[in-house]
């Protein structure tokens, strides 16, 4: 989420207008940030806000996000309760990190039209960075992007959002209007059309990852249909489901030797300062590093654990790491899984009977 108050240390901030309820104007995200942690500079660099985690990012084969912004100049902001927008000049705040996809199909990507959403997709195409969930017609918006690999594979990436995450209803893409690729539901039907859907761009060898948008912002329990709807994706193929909406991340499972993320958190925001849900202790990322065989089953999950300070990620220190191992562990035992904490400090994922060994953690 780099737009907002992310937007407004950077380089080129956008105008600091914004619509929301009680707050009129962005950079009161950065003073609340400030007043919880300390002086934020200004016209950082593009580098910034990844912090430390920028060189495990640049040396990933593939690195997939989902960006919730608008990163446009247009001053026509959608009639909703938040909208953030990054300017186009500072896409370099994600070039830098060697973004390969960013998927759109989500609760922001429309927030200042679809004028806005046009130039969005205008201003990562001349960054080099591939769009997947978002397009001009219908038919873009529901194409998957390509990542190419060293050893001559290629992780087909498709971006779906579903409408519990908060897409309205009339963003999903027309054949001649532009939008989103929107789920009209959680259906065994809906799982099957999307993978006949990907059918024909998916090549012997693909990894395949759905990256979703659903449910809401806050909350560990994961909704029947949200599984049902990942295993039955899992059982027609996909590789990965890589799920997204919570601003903390959500339960781990692997179904079938596949690796399904139901939320993964937030990873750069504004969201610094802000009170009424500490208990989840969003300030705490991950950056999710899975390692597939070729065929595409899940060898093993590293995550690395970050905090958010000053708009900017440094390593987690140990207590934090027990802390979200101990969370993520709670939270995906029901799903078979459990995190433990490496030697190095990094997260580890134990499934099936490496999950079972007794370690005194439930």
């Not at 070039?95 to 201003?123: K, R, S």
């Not at 960075?129 to 190419?148: D, K, M, N």
């Amino acid at each position: 989420m780099t737009g907002r108050g992310i937007d407004q240390i950077l380089r080129s901030p956008s105008p600091p207008a914004i619509f929301e309820p009680v707050v009129r104007d962005a950079r009161e995200y950065v003073a609340l940030a400030e007043a919880a942690n300390g002086p934020i500079p200004r016209g950082v660099g593009d580098a910034y806000p990844w912090g430390d985690a920028l060189p495990f990012l640049v040396r990933s084969a593939a690195r997939i996000v989902n960006l919730e912004t608008a990163v446009t100049r247009s001053e026509r902001a959608a009639r909703k309760t938040i909208n953030y927008r990054m300017h186009p000049a500072n896409v370099g705040c994600l070039a830098v990190a060697g973004i390969d996809v960013c998927g759109l199909a989500n609760n922001h990507a429309l927030d200042y039209g679809e004028a806005g959403l046009v130039e969005t997709l205008d201003t990562l195409a001349s960054a080099g960075i591939q769009v997947a969930g978002a397009g001009r017609t219908r038919e873009e918006a529901w194409r998957p992007a390509r990542v190419a690999l060293g050893d001559g594979g290629a992780v087909l990436v498709s971006a779906v959002a579903a409408r519990t995450s908060g897409v309205p209803a009339d963003w999903g893409a027309a054949p001649d209007r532009p939008g989103l690729a929107v789920l009209p539901d959680l259906s065994g039907a809906t799982a099957a059309r999307l993978l006949e859907a990907l059918t024909p761009a998916r090549r012997p060898g693909d990894i395949l990852v759905v990256s979703i948008h659903w449910g809401g912002n806050w909350g560990h329990a994961v909704a029947p249909e949200e599984r049902a709807f990942a295993h039955r994706l899992i059982d027609g193929g996909a590789d990965v489901v890589h799920g997204h909406s919570a601003h903390h991340p959500r339960p781990i499972e692997v179904h079938a030797g596949r690796l399904a993320l139901y939320g993964c958190g937030d990873f750069v925001n504004d969201y610094e300062g802000i009170g009424g849900h500490e208990a989840y202790r969003g300030e705490l990322r991950l950056l999710y590093l899975p390692a597939l065989d070729a065929d595409g089953a899940l060898a093993g999950l590293r995550m690395l654990p970050f905090r958010a300070r000053r708009f900017r990620l440094a390593r987690a220190d140990p207590a934090d790491a027990e802390w979200l191992a101990w969370t993520l562990s709670r939270v995906s035992a029901p799903f078979g899984s459990r995190i433990d904490v490496a030697p190095d400090g990094c997260l580890e994922l134990r499934w099936g009977a490496a999950a079972g060994r007794a370690d005194g953690r439930a």
